[in-house]
């Protein structure tokens, strides 16, 4: 696409030459040479202060909202975000490829993943860009969409509602899938109902033809079974009725493998995807029934699962200090994110000590949840380290076995006097308790 047309899908004007380019970016600390940049405005932000550095680091181009002194072409708007999602829509009618929409509590970006990493051959699958799953993010990642692309795989996350039905208009899937429903952004959608009612806002297809994917095990499966008008229901999980059925499940954290069998239309194959957790088995599922429905062969699902490239600090498996495991699992937490990692080396016969951090977003029932979320980890681990305000609001053992902290070094400099070869360390916590700091300083 030229300069020329963008301008003529968005009524924009253009100032200075229209040229090929190579993408878009919307953030100057990662654009790639001949990228066209998009100055964004925000409450807190005005991507127009960084066009000169955006010139600097090869962007062909700048969309904006004013004219600016620059050496590139520039194409102006009255607004940058319209602008997005203008394109973004033009993009999708265009579109004449499988539509393929995933959310969810937890699993989103492992499921969009892993889904594409079973669809694509040599570039005919595209796919959200990054974990850009928001209002923004969404219709960025259709900046890209083309007609070379068979399959499209995009992820929507919510923290309030309308959000899922904001960005449902905007992907318009083909196919639906729900991952799970649980306790997270409580501070927005105040139970696991409302959370629940927001997701299967996904499941509203713009046609008559669409194909919905849902947890079997799920308390809200017959809700989302009325509610939603697809032509075909899909069930995955454990439940013996699934049309897709995980069980069998084998953690290998030492190989960072987990082992499950794969059931469906009376065939039971054993799979092995590369990572760790009974979530991975069943997000594997889930993309392993996509891809089936969409016309892949068993054999191919299979080889592939063991070559993806799961998301990092979801689960990561690494060696550390004196040849300890660590499992780097701090890109977010909520309590069924939690669980899933506990989880995850229950079974393993090394020492087990985790290092967790506070879990935001849970609104007025905070301590209450951490409490539980304490209890149930000092079922299974030896050891539990906390950092957090929090955790002083819970009653917690008086023992060696439970320690809390005040910041990342204490813990770190702890850690070091304990870890040796027969440990697994666990560290976990929402994206703003910074968690990741302690598990990059203990990865070898």
Known sequence: MHLKQLANIVNGKLVGKSI??????????SISNNQIYIALIGKNFDGHRFLEEAQLKGAAAVIVNKID??????????????????VANHNRTQYEGKMIGITGTNGKTSTKQITYSLLDNNGTCHKTTGNMNNQIGVPFSLLSLENHHHYSVIEMGTSEPGEIEVLTNHVRPDIAAITNVSMGHLEGLTDTDCIASEKGNILDFHT??????????????DQWKKSTNAKDILTFGFDKYSDFRVSDININVENNLTNFRFSFDGQNEELVINGIGSHSALNATLSSGIAIYCGEGIDKIAERLTSVELPQRRLSVFRSLYNSILIDDTYNSNPASL????????????KKICVLGVMKELGERSVEIHQEMYDYANEITDQILLVGDIWTSIDVDKTDSVLIFDDH?????????????????????????????????LKL
């Open 339 to 350: 669980i899933n990692a506990l989880d995850s080396i229950q079974e393993s016969t090394k």
């Open 208 to 221: 008559d033809l669409g194909v919905a994917f849902l947890p079997s095990d799920s308390d809200y499966l």
């Open 409 to 441: 070094e204490e813990i770190y400099d702890y850690l070091v006097s304990v870890l040796d070869e027969n440990t697994i360390l666990l560290v976990k916590g929402s994206r703003s308790t910074r968690m990741d700091l302690i598990a990059d300083k």
């Open 69 to 86: 002194q620059l050496d590139i072409p520039q194409l102006v708007v009255d607004d940058t975000l319209g602008f997005i999602k203008e």
């Open 20 to 29: 090929d380019f190579e993408g878009f970016s919307i953030d100057t600390r």
